[in-house]
């Protein structure tokens, strides 16, 4: 092609100029990430050493004639893990080099439509129980469902960045590319996040397991008791979760991924049912069942309300859309890699999304109004017979899940104390400590310890809503908002448009006033529940 032939040729004169002025430079150069197009400017620097560079797919006949014009001397490339549209080209100085032809890493197996039910399946998860209580915090409709698009279009984009972080680092790991971009020594940070969201999941799975079975058990003629969701979720970790739990051979509870979608699809689908039906409208057994506090009431509904309470919704939603993490993966096992193709996958995945979760918080809020439930399983008479269905899906499905969040949970902290604990500034005591954590023996007392500490924040704080309202405002804004734009800036080079940059201060503002909101809301009801004491 023409323009390989221009470019191969001014990386030749690049390369003569630097023989009539060689100078000292390192050995090597540890490229984390490099522009999208070639750097020819800087390659004069390097003499007699290895430059990292890119090409936007410079193809085997350009690198041939690029080793002819060098007059015998060669270039070695090595490529086992860039795309296509990035490939890395290791140019060695020196006679008798070895031209090798620039080799693809292995493709993916995934098309674009298995792509997008994996990302949906990965991302829709327990969240979407509590969308319609951030709606009902006080939010009129119209903004309710501007926020609703606007954050899952935001979500979607960022999520697109790191799969093209990817594409132009050759990462195929969220760790591996934070580390490529950002430094490794703060890689740690990533195992943080994990380990963050990976508590809070498990906090919020004990406290639904809670409301689900305790629900179900009064359904069955367990007399109820002010202790009945503490005592339920005390005898479901020790009889259930610490076993499963305890498991090294999660093989057998792969079926959960499947009885996780199955169980989120039904709820909305009878969430809908009930929202059209009028069972919980007019005058009814299942209606005059519920108490106060959880019947449908509608004084604050409005069509245009907007205040500092949306950020209530703004939290819950940006703990609905999280799995950023798991995009390099999504990316890597993509059919035919590219960012195009990825693009219309997360495109289409994350339209799905903001649809359902749009679907789930309206017709939650249709039902219920302002008594929606940060549970709304929760708001349903316990002898709904579509309740009831759900409640059992959605208790097996969390029930069996469990155990990989606590996979999860383990494996980052021993991860981040891995790391730190070479890090020569911590004194050595908290150094040892740290390296013991991360050890195969700490495996089942950590794991314990952890379960006894979930067990007991699910005790006590008994509205979930609590712990999606701050993880969703901090990890939300953390790994959606400010990580992504970081990462790609970092891979991409200059050529990063300055629109990109804006997400972070969006995500740094929305993480600090949602937790403000959250806390300050926890506050007033705990007050007004005094005064009614």
């Known amino acids: 092609e023409p323009w390989e032939m221009l470019l191969v040729t001014l990386l030749w004169i690049a390369i003569a100029r630097a023989e009539l002025a060689p100078r000292e430079v390192p050995s090597h150069i540890h490229a984390h990430s490099v522009p999208q ?31 002819l014009l060098r007059g015998g001397s060669g270039i070695d490339v090595s490529t086992p893990r860039l795309g296509a549209h990035s490939r890395a080209l290791a140019v060695e100085r020196g006679a008798g080099a070895v031209l090798h032809a620039a080799t693809k890493r292995k493709d993916g197996t995934c098309s674009i439509t298995m792509t997008v039910l994996q990302i949906v399946n990965n991302v829709a998860g327990a969240g979407i129980l509590t969308l319609a209580a951030g709606m009902a915090a006080g939010v009129g409709w119209v903004p309710a469902l501007v926020i609703c698009v606007v954050l899952g279009a935001i979500s979607g984009f960022t999520f697109y960045l790191i799969g093209a972080a990817c594409e132009l680092t050759g990462q195929t790991s969220f760790k591996d590319l934070w580390g490529a971009t950002l430094g490794k020594r703060s890689a740690w940070v990533v195992d943080g996040c994990i380990a963050l969201m990976c508590l809070s999941a498990a906090i919020i799975y004990s406290g639904i397991l809670g409301d689900v079975f305790s629900a179900l058990l009064k359904l069955a003629g367990v007399p109820a008791s002010k202790w009945l969701r503490q005592a339920t979720i005390v005898t479901l970790t020790a009889l259930v979760l610490a076993p499963l739990s305890l498991l090294k051979d999660l093989s057998a509870l792969s079926f959960t991924s499947a009885l996780g979608c199955l169980a989120i699809l039904y709820t909305a689908i009878f969430v809908t049912v009930r929202a059209f039906d009028g069972t919980y409208r007019h005058p009814s057994a299942l209606l005059q069942s519920l108490p106060p506090a ?43 890699r590219s960012t195009k193709r990825f693009a219309r996958a997360v495109t289409i995945a994350f ?78 005591l908290i150094r040892s400590a740290l390296t013991a954590i991360a050890s195969d023996s700490s495996r089942v007392p950590l794991i314990l310890g952890l379960l006894a500490l979930i067990t007991a924040i699910a005790c006590i704080v008994t509205d979930i809503g609590v712990v999606v309202g701050i993880s969703g405002a901090l990890l939300g804004a953390a790994i959606v908002y400010c990580f992504p734009p970081l990462i790609y800036a970092q891979a991409q080079g200059k050529e990063t448009p300055s629109a990109i ?21 926890l506050d007033l009801c705990e007050g007004a529940l005094e005064r009614r004491r």
Not at 38 to 65: F, I
Not at 351 to 368: D, N, P, S
Not at 400 to 411: E, I, K, Q, T
Not at 501 to 521: H, K, N, S
């Open 37 to 67: 197009q070639l750097r020819l400017r800087e390659l004069p620097r390097y003499t007699n050493r290895m430059v990292l560079a890119t090409t936007h797919g410079l193809s085997p006949p350009a690198l041939g004639r690029l080793a």
């Open 294 to 336: 959880l019947a449908p009431a509608f004084e604050r509904t409005s069509l245009l309300r907007l205040d500092s309470k949306a950020l209530v919704l703004v939290s819950n939603l940006g703990l609905a859309f999280i799995a950023h993490y798991n995009a390099p993966a999504f990316y890597e096992a993509l059919e035919g």
């Open 351 to 428: 339209a799905v999304l903001t649809a359902l979760y749009t679907a789930m918080m309206a017709f939650g809020y249709k039902t219920f109004g302002d008594n929606t439930a940060s549970n709304i399983l929760l708001n349903y008479a316990a002898n709904d017979a579509l309740a009831v269905v759900g409640r059992l899906a959605t208790g097996a499905s969390i029930l069996f899940g469990y155990p990989l969040a606590m996979v999860g949970l383990r494996s980052s902290l021993s991860g981040m104390a891995s790391s730190l604990s070479a890090e020569p500034l911590l004194p050595p």
């Open 501 to 521: 940059y804006g997400l972070v201060p969006l995500g740094a503002f929305l993480g600090i006033l949602g937790t403000y909101v959250t806390l300050r809301d």
